[in-house]
């Protein structure tokens, strides 16, 4: 117990001041080199994921894990505001339930639509993308955006929580 709130206190830490790093600093912003590596990470992350490669997915995952608000999966069965995940193993049994309750809502690939990247600091990033779902007939399921939060480490972007959207408020990140 004292260990999760120790993990849940650090990524609080970590993950809420980003915007007001942002904020304060003045605009960063990234060029065509980090924007490449991060598309690259999402097309790498979406390809293990609808894959069920979780092996893979440990690759573009970072714990601490962080998940604010319900998932748009409905994989938990009382939706709660956050979850911290402090494990990679926690992180990827988000992931497995999530790939389980897509199979049940009948969803057989996805799309990427959208993305803005906004930097906050060289090595952190919030990735607004918009996707769609489709069933097995091609009829589009849900189209739904969500924030992704990013961080560089060793030289890698790693995505280290994840902000489910309504697909209205696309773009609203400042």
Do not use: H
């Not at 260990?3 to 993950?15: H, I, S």
């Not at 600093?25 to 990470?41: C, D, N, P, T, Y």
């Not at 990735?127 to 399921?141: A, C, E, I, M, Q």
């Amino acid at each position: 117990m004292i260990r999760r709130v120790a993990v849940t206190l650090a990524a609080v830490t970590l993950l809420l001041p980003l915007t007001v790093v942002a904020q304060n600093s003045g605009r960063s912003s990234f060029g065509a080199l980090e924007k490449a590596a991060i598309e690259q990470l999402f097309e790498r992350y979406s390809a293990a994921f609808s894959s069920k490669d979780y092996v893979k997915l440990r690759e573009y995952l970072q714990a601490p894990f962080v998940r604010f608000g319900p998932s748009n999966t409905r994989v938990e069965s009382v939706p709660s505001d956050w979850v911290v995940l402090p494990t990679m193993d926690e992180a990827i049994n988000f992931y497995r339930a999530a790939q389980e309750a897509l199979a049940t809502q009948g969803v057989e690939r996805f799309e990427w639509g959208q993305t803005r990247i906004t930097a906050l600091s060289v090595d952190r990033a919030l990735v607004n993308k918009t996707y769609r779902r489709y069933g097995k007939d091609g009829t589009l399921l849900q189209g739904a955006a969500s924030v992704y939060v990013l961080s560089k480490a060793s030289g890698s972007w790693k995505i280290c929580g994840i902000l489910n959207q309504d697909l209205r408020e696309f773009g609203k990140v400042y």
